[in-house]
């Protein structure tokens, strides 16, 4: 790459990183701001003096979410969601991204599914349509609305098929030669090397059902039976909450005189945040260069 | 990124078939296998997407809930009618078309520069930690970033408190209706310009170098290099992109809406899913209309899928898009 050492070339230097390090300071302060009024005592937050650092610094809005029986709930039907939707979620769309990723010779009708599936993509019933085809199917209140539906995550599948429509012909029929039926070909070839791309789909699998809080807020009537997002949603938007706070909070005999609503809220939020933050910054090459794993370049 | 689908196998010659392919026959009489295998896929998409087509139906009757689909009263084109006569369908139309617009273009400029202005960084470490902190909100739901904005844009909150010190009037982001728009526009683009400069990123990346080199060594600066080279480099992406996006000009940001929209912005802020799901699933003024919701609901699937269409076939020919 080309080197200018003028002195144009060292402003231009220090305009592009100062301008670049202003983006990342803005893409992090509002979390620092968000962080500092979790942990900032009751006086400073309800005089709005904090910034982005904690003024009377505490722990109790931490204390009281890690005994709040109905986010504890919600917290761990969301984990359960994601356990359960991106296991059935994997295994479903790899036995279905297997046969579409072979030749039409083998599958007649092969594009023709393609078609339909990319249709579906497209185009659903609509907001209501998909409503009452729920409840027909009694799936309203049920546990298992924030799994099925979603099970088949068609453009998740796309990119299984074209991974798998780029490994080795060769490598395939060397195996059907030997006598191995597709199961066989699928299970025990194609998916120990296709680790990278299930690794990508796992992921987003999963962030994608820790982040959804729209289903549950629809189609399940029990607030007890929400996931977490679903419940942080209803507590985001109230703008007033319903936790009592302040010298008088108390709760089962414990006092919590430094929390506040928007300290509730905001650790909340935060915890509900935690484990993307946390796996983000070590998995991202995943997140961000995996989309391109099934493309065949030129 | 353009993504070539491989063509059908081209029949090897017959002598190195018999050699080394297995017989097509064996291998037919296990095709069995792969249908099979489609068959879960099958099911979930009959139940979960075409059952529910069904329902279009409502779109054309006075929905009753008591009577069920069949059993309620036809009325045609009523409930469409009744829609466009309203004061809400332009409004909500308009606000759809204005947010979304304004993400569109505001986002991918901020993309595009953004990912001109890494792509000149030389150090590694800076340049993972900007990419690392601008593209995790993108990963975060609109709860979280919603919950988070809400906090920060407040009238009391640091935003709020800045524009004081420097002397500047509060902004009600999210309470004045004038401004509400720019909030979503804006709040949008930060969350997502890290991820959207992906794509360029790796577009600039194939830039073939000696390009840069053959233009340094005929005399071009910086400037020109960007203008000669970088810029026409990256425009099958730019069309690319703009191509696709012009599928999704009527999803103007549900969830996000959503979270952040109260009463005092709704003139500006409903857009045509909000205003499906509160006439559906929330009812206004009382009312639940799921008629009337099916039927604005089934309009924007319409209008969605023809933009998508289009968008694709133009993506295919300005761009050379190919999906599979």
């Given at each position: 790459?080309i080197?200018?050492?003028?002195?144009?070339?060292?402003?231009?230097?220090?305009?592009?990183?100062?301008i670049?390090m202003?983006?990342?300071?803005?893409?992090?302060?509002?979390?620092?701001?968000?962080?500092a009024?979790?942990?900032?005592?009751?006086?400073?937050?309800?005089?709005?003096?904090?910034s982005?650092?904690?003024?009377?610094?505490?722990?109790?809005?931490?204390?009281?979410?890690?005994?709040d029986?109905?986010f504890?709930?919600?917290?761990?039907i969301?984990v359960?969601?994601?356990?359960?939707?991106?296991?059935?979620s994997?295994?479903?769309?790899?036995?279905?991204a297997?046969?579409?990723?072979?030749?039409?010779?083998?599958?007649?009708?092969r594009?023709?599914?393609?078609m339909?599936?990319?249709?579906?993509?497209?185009?659903?019933?609509?907001?209501?349509?998909?409503f009452?085809?729920?409840m027909?199917?009694g799936?309203?209140d049920?546990?298992?609305v924030?799994?099925?539906?979603?099970?088949?995550?068609?453009?998740l599948?796309?990119?299984?098929?074209n991974?798998?429509?780029g490994?080795?012909?060769?490598?395939?029929?060397?195996a059907?030669?030997?006598?191995a039926?597709?199961f066989?070909v699928?299970?025990r070839?194609?998916l120990?090397?296709?680790?990278?791309?299930?690794?990508?789909?796992?992921?987003?699998?999963?962030?994608?059902?820790?982040?959804?809080?729209?289903?549950?807020l629809?189609?399940?009537?029990?607030?007890?039976?929400w996931?977490?997002q679903?419940?942080?949603?209803?507590?985001?938007?109230?703008?007033?909450?319903q936790?009592?706070t302040?010298?008088?909070a108390?709760?089962?005999?414990?006092?919590?005189?430094?929390?506040?609503p928007?300290?509730?809220?905001?650790?909340m939020?935060l915890?509900?945040?935690?484990?993307i933050?946390?796996?983000y910054?070590?998995?991202?090459?995943?997140?961000?260069?995996?989309?391109?794993?099934?493309?065949?370049?030129? | 990124?353009?993504?070539?689908?491989?063509g059908?196998?081209?029949?090897?010659?017959?002598?190195?078939?018999?050699?080394?392919r297995p017989?097509?026959?064996?291998?037919?009489?296990?095709?069995?296998?792969?249908?099979?295998?489609?068959?879960?896929?099958?099911?979930?998409?009959?139940?979960f997407?075409?059952?529910?087509?069904?329902?279009?139906?409502?779109a054309?009757?006075?929905?009753?809930?008591?009577?069920?689909?069949?059993?309620?009263?036809?009325?045609g084109?009523?409930?469409?009618?009744?829609?466009?006569?309203?004061r809400?369908?332009?409004?909500?139309i308009?606000?759809?078309?204005?947010i979304?617009?304004?993400?569109?273009?505001?986002?991918?400029?901020?993309?595009?520069?953004f990912?001109?202005?890494?792509?000149?960084?030389?150090?590694?470490?800076?340049?993972?930690l900007?990419?690392?902190?601008?593209t995790?909100?993108?990963?975060?739901?609109?709860v979280?970033?919603?919950?988070?904005?809400?906090?920060?844009l407040s009238?009391?909150g640091?935003v709020?408190?800045l524009l004081?010190?420097?002397g500047l009037?509060a902004?009600?982001?999210?309470?004045?209706?004038a401004?509400?728009?720019?909030?979503?526009?804006?709040?949008?683009v930060?969350?997502?310009?890290?991820?959207?400069?992906?794509?360029?990123?790796?577009?600039?990346t194939?830039?073939?170098?000696?390009?840069y080199?053959a233009?340094a060594?005929?005399g071009?600066?910086?400037?020109?290099?960007?203008?000669?080279?970088?810029?026409p480099?990256?425009t099958?992406?730019?069309?690319?992109?703009s191509?696709?996006?012009?599928?999704?000009?009527?999803?103007a940001?549900f969830?996000q809406v959503?979270?952040?929209?109260?009463?005092?912005?709704m003139?500006?802020?409903?857009?045509?899913?909000?205003?499906?799901?509160r006439?559906?699933?929330v009812?206004?003024?009382?009312l639940?209309?799921?008629?009337?919701?099916?039927a604005?609901g089934?309009?924007?699937?319409?209008?969605?899928?023809?933009?998508?269409?289009?968008?694709?076939w133009?993506?295919?020919?300005?761009a050379n898009?190919?999906?599979?």
């Amino acid at each position: 790459m080309i080197e200018e050492r003028g002195a144009f070339d060292i402003l231009f230097k220090v305009a592009l990183y100062s301008i670049l390090m202003l983006l990342v300071v803005i893409c992090v302060a509002p979390f620092l701001h968000v962080i500092a009024v979790s942990l900032s005592g009751f006086a400073a937050v309800s005089e709005k003096r904090v910034s982005f650092w904690p003024i009377g610094f505490h722990l109790e809005n931490y204390r009281y979410i890690m005994g709040d029986e109905v986010f504890l709930r919600s917290f761990g039907i969301s984990v359960l969601r994601v356990v359960v939707g991106v296991t059935l979620s994997l295994l479903i769309m790899v036995i279905t991204a297997y046969p579409l990723s072979r030749d039409s010779i083998y599958m007649p009708g092969r594009t023709l599914f393609k078609m339909i599936m990319l249709f579906a993509m497209l185009f659903d019933g609509g907001l209501i349509p998909t409503f009452l085809a729920y409840m027909s199917l009694g799936l309203i209140d049920s546990f298992w609305v924030l799994i099925m539906p979603g099970a088949l995550n068609i453009f998740l599948t796309i990119i299984i098929i074209n991974y798998f429509r780029g490994i080795s012909r060769e490598l395939w029929e060397a195996a059907m030669l030997d006598g191995a039926n597709h199961f066989d070909v699928l299970f025990r070839i194609f998916l120990p090397i296709s680790q990278p791309v299930l690794a990508t789909v796992a992921l987003f699998s999963a962030v994608g059902h820790w982040n959804s809080w729209f289903d549950g807020l629809i189609f399940l009537k029990t607030q007890a039976k929400w996931p977490l997002q679903s419940y942080l949603y209803s507590l985001v938007t109230t703008r007033d909450l319903q936790w009592r706070t302040g010298a008088g909070a108390a709760r089962a005999g414990e006092l919590f005189s430094q929390a506040t609503p928007e300290g509730l809220a905001t650790t909340m939020i935060l915890v509900a945040a935690i484990p993307i933050l946390l796996v983000y910054p070590f998995l991202q090459r995943y997140f961000i260069h995996g989309l391109t794993l099934g493309s065949i370049k030129e | 990124m353009q993504t070539y689908a491989p063509g059908p196998a081209l029949p090897l010659p017959r002598a190195a078939a018999v050699e080394r392919r297995p017989s097509l026959r064996r291998v037919l009489r296990q095709s069995w296998m792969l249908y099979a295998m489609l068959l879960p896929a099958l099911v979930l998409l009959i139940l979960f997407r075409f059952y529910p087509m069904w329902g279009i139906l409502i779109a054309f009757k006075d929905y009753k809930f008591a009577e069920g689909i069949l059993g309620s009263p036809w009325v045609g084109l009523g409930n469409f009618q009744t829609f466009f006569a309203s004061r809400n369908a332009w409004n909500i139309i308009r606000n759809t078309v204005f947010i979304s617009l304004g993400k569109i273009v505001l986002g991918q400029i901020t993309a595009i520069v953004f990912a001109l202005m890494l792509n000149e960084v030389r150090n590694r470490p800076f340049k993972r930690l900007t990419q690392t902190a601008t593209t995790l909100p993108h990963f975060l739901s609109w709860v979280i970033v919603g919950g988070i904005m809400i906090q920060v844009l407040s009238t009391s909150g640091p935003v709020n408190r800045l524009l004081k010190e420097i002397g500047l009037p509060a902004v009600r982001f999210l309470g004045n209706p004038a401004v509400f728009p720019w909030t979503l526009i804006l709040s949008d683009v930060w969350k997502g310009f890290g991820f959207g400069a992906v794509i360029y990123l790796a577009a600039l990346t194939s830039i073939n170098p000696e390009l840069y080199e053959a233009a340094a060594v005929d005399g071009a600066g910086r400037f020109a290099r960007l203008r000669f080279i970088t810029i026409p480099g990256i425009t099958p992406t730019i069309i690319l992109m703009s191509c696709l996006s012009l599928g999704n000009i009527l999803n103007a940001g549900f969830d996000q809406v959503l979270v952040l929209y109260n009463p005092s912005v709704m003139s500006t802020g409903d857009i045509i899913d909000t205003y499906v799901f509160r006439v559906g699933l929330v009812g206004q003024g009382g009312l639940l209309n799921f008629g009337l919701a099916a039927a604005v609901g089934l309009l924007k699937s319409i209008a969605g899928f023809f933009l998508i269409v289009l968008s694709y076939w133009l993506a295919g020919r300005l761009a050379n898009y190919r999906i599979f």
